[in-house]
């Protein structure tokens, strides 16, 4: 019976025929972690691609404008948050997962930028009105205004609450973010013929007045 029992632990030692079932069962959970992560990855891949878009869209829908109603405004940061699709834009409570905020910034003749106005589809996310703001080091100065004076930006910034679905654990909600800074397409109000802020996009206005650049023509 001893010598049984002796001669079954040296074969159970020997047996080689479980070892590909151990390796997978070794190997298993890193390959499941290594794929989740890749769909999440690239899912917040895809989706910071999206908000980048969203930034650039909004920014370049005010940009055409020489006036914009408070309703034409609320029109575009509403449907500018469709480009989102098809990732959601609303948690299961209903909360809103994104926040895009326009403002206009201005400088004086000395180059200090401020806000001259701002909207957000947050209550809390517009800027304050004279805020003071550093301009982007990718609005290069022109070498013929080196001080960047008596100019107008329009600043879109869009941010989005991404959950991971299955890494939620460990990475939590990953805030992602853009901004975007275009001049206005069509205003020549400069200091010649008009009063600070120069080259702007007038908000709130009674009507709308929207320019077809390529065509030189305005719709108001």
Known sequence: MIAGLSFRVRHLWTDVRGVAATEFAVVAPFMLLLYVGGVEIGNGLA?????????????????QNTQLTSDRMTSILSASSAIMAPYPVVDGSGASLMTITVSE???????????????????????SVGQKMTLSSFTAPDPKNPTNANISLILSEVSYSYTPNLGYTVAGTVKLSDSYYLFPRCSTNSPSNSSFPYYD????????????????????
């Open 47 to 63: 989706m910071n691609v999206k908000v980048s878009a969203t930034a650039h869209s909004v920014a370049d829908m005010i940009s």
């Open 105 to 127: 910034v201005s400088t004086d003749s000395n180059g200090n930028a401020t806000v001259q106005w701002s909207q957000s589809t947050s209550s809390t996310g517009a800027r």
């Open 201 to 220: 996009v007038k908000y709130p206005a009674s009507s709308t007045c929207t320019c077809i650049q390529h065509l030189q023509q305005k719709s108001c």
